[in-house]
């Protein structure tokens, strides 16, 4: 059975950076489409990032376009997501999920579309 394991999670102030990892084992992040989404205390769990099971398609909510940039590193077999002036609205849990695709356009916005999760890293931005 495959894992992801999320890593990179911290404290940081208004404004700063991070960057969080899925790390995968027993499964590839290519041929899988991968997401990225969050949960803060009282809240649902909501999409953030998303790529598709090949190439390099993009996508983001709106609440981080422009802020946090996803990828996929077949080398590390990994899935970054750089996460640039952070704001305490950031506050989170992050999962990254992961489904089995071969497309290179299709994204999946819903929890429910995916069959993988990871354990969550927990970031937060102080005012």
């Known amino acids: 059975q495959g894992q992801l394991v999320e890593s990179g999670g911290g404290l940081v102030q208004a404004g700063g950076s991070l960057r969080l990892s899925c790390e995968a084992s027993g499964r590839t992040v290519s041929g899988h489409a991968m997401g990225w989404f969050r949960q803060a205390p009282g809240k649902d769990r909501e999409f953030v990032a998303a790529?598709?099971?090949?190439?390099?398609?993009?996508y983001y909510a709106d609440s981080v376009k422009g802020r946090f940039t996803i990828s996929r590193d077949n080398a590390k077999n990994a899935v970054p997501l750089q996460m640039n002036f952070l704001k305490p609205e950031d506050t989170a849990v992050y999962y990254c999920a992961a489904r089995r695709s071969l497309s290179r356009n299709a994204y999946y916005m819903a929890v429910q579309d995916y069959d993988y999760w990871g354990q969550g890293t927990q970031v937060t931005v102080s005012s």
């Open positions: 790529i598709p099971g090949f190439g390099d398609l993009t």
